[in-house]
């Protein structure tokens, strides 16, 4: 009862703010090809970046309760990047990947074999052959 009780206050404070691409669904989408908002609501207006849909994860744990992940290939910082950095897996929070992403329904359906296999790798950023 908590969890709803904060969920709402948050989504009134959001809605008050005016500041919806802040405010976390229980669901968030991550395609890196996405075109929209980029504020992970569904495929269109998917996050971009696994590491920040993942840091808006993080911030709102009452609420987020799934990531689903677009295939591809997605790395814990840009080339330019700490050469260190990596994905730190969230205690509690379900993440699903292999999505075909841009949809407006999610196309791979987990409960059934898919017809394509479709993979989503998170990957390090930088790695030379002997570094693996």
Known sequence: ?????????VAILCLCLGVPSTCPAKVIHVDGDAAGANNGTNWNDAFTDLQEAMSNARAFPQ???????AHGVYRPARPSG????????IDGLVMKGGYAGGD???VVHLDEPP????????????????SM
Request: glycine share 2%; aromatic share 4%.
């Open 1 to 9: 009862m908590q969890t709803k009780k904060w969920g709402i206050k």
């Open 63 to 69: 609420i987020v309760e799934e990531l689903r992940v």
């Open 82 to 89: 700490h050469r260190q950095a990596a994905f730190q897996l």
């Open 104 to 106: 407006p329904v999610d």
């Open 115 to 130: 017809l394509v296999s479709i993979s989503s790798t998170m990957a390090r950023p930088i790695a030379s052959p002997m």
